[in-house]
Structures are given as C-alpha cells and as structure tokens.
C-alpha cells in the first residue's frame, strides 16, 4: 500500500526537542516536494512546513519558524522535521503529504496520500 510513516513523536517538556521521520512506503519522495501537517484536538489541520523536491527551498507557518528546520534525505527516501524550543502550543498529531511545492497556498496544502500521524505533546 502506498503511503507515509511518520514517526519520532513522543512527549517532551516546554523547551524540549524532537525528531520527526516522514517515510514512503512504496513510492519514490524524489519527485515530490513534500510538507508537514498538525492537527491539535478540536482544531483543524495547519501546514508547518514544506520543502521542495531538491530541498533548496523550505517554507514555515510563522508559528515555528526559527524552531522548526524541515530537511529530506532522498537517499534514504525520507523527510525530516526538527523540532527546538517546544511549547505546549505545538501538541497534536503530526502528518506529512505531498505538497505541489512550497510557495503560496499550495507550499502549506497536502494533497494526495496521508500518513497515520506521530503523536507530539509538549507538557511539564
């Protein structure tokens, strides 16, 4: 089944870091650019972050940036998100997708096949 894994999530004390790992499963991420997603209870679902096919382009949400550094490894068929500075805002659960690259609406809309999520909660 072609899809996304995500994982790295876990919980983390405000000013904590993480480590998320997007995978393909079944296809190939070097032509896609791709981003991350969240989605905190009750609310609906953001883009964070996206980067181009090349990885010579990113995009941030205003929320992370200077936070938040997404990067891809082609090689290993994988998109990273390095989370610094976690604040309790930054819980929910966490998803990567396709973008059509990583300018105006479409660098922070996700399209096509969705992971099922890595849980972040940024708690004392």
Do not use: H
């Not at 991350?36 to 009750?42: E, I, T």
């Not at 382009?57 to 891809?72: L, P």
């Not at 994988?78 to 989370?83: A, F, P, R």
């Amino acid at each position: 089944q072609v899809q996304f894994v995500e994982s790295g999530g876990g919980l983390v004390q405000p000013g904590g870091s993480l480590r998320l790992s997007c995978a393909a499963s079944r296809f190939t991420l070097d032509y896609f650019a791709v981003g991350w997603f969240r989605q905190a209870p009750g609310k609906e679902r953001e883009g964070v972050a996206s980067i181009s096919i090349n990885g010579d382009e990113t995009r941030y949400v205003d929320a992370v940036k200077g936070r938040f550094t997404i990067s891809r490894d082609n090689a290993k068929n994988t998109v990273y998100l390095q989370m610094d500075s976690l604040q309790p805002e930054d819980s929910g659960v966490y998803y990567c997708a396709r973008t059509l690259g990583t300018r105006g609406p479409d660098g922070l809309t996700g399209i096509g096949y969705w992971g099922q999520g890595t849980q972040v909660t940024v708690s004392s």
